[in-house]
Nanobody, 115 residues
């Protein structure tokens, strides 16, 4: 199973970005898809997660600003980020819990929020 993340970049405070992560390979289904982030000098933290049935969970720091969604037909998860703050600067990693296979990570995409 491979996860390919895209959509990171440089954005000004208050701006928006949309991250995408597509899963490919041989598998039956993906139970949970999630986004984590790791800022310099900090531990990796959960940003948002979504189940196959589209139940979502968010870190308190992003509630009301970020929206996670998924397209099961495309095995893709999205993270719409709005009202971005400098403290959102981090490498964002997608994560997938694949049925009968285990947990997989994408390569990470850098999001920089700066004026």
């Amino acid at each position: 199973v491979q996860l390919q993340a895209s959509g990171g970049g440089l954005v000004q405070p208050g701006g928006s970005l949309r991250l995408s992560c597509a899963a490919s390979g041989s598998f039956l289904s993906i139970n949970v898809m999630a986004w984590y982030r790791q800022a310099p000098g900090k531990q990796r933290e959960l940003v948002a997660a979504i189940t196959r049935g589209e139940t979502t969970d968010y870190a308190d720091s992003v509630k009301g600003r970020f929206t996670i969604s998924r397209d099961n037909a495309k095995n893709t998860v999205y993270l719409q980020m709005s009202s971005l703050k400098p403290e959102d600067t981090a490498v964002y990693f997608c994560n997938a819990m694949v049925s009968l296979r285990g947990t997989y990570w994408g390569q990470g995409t850098l999001v920089t929020v700066s004026s």
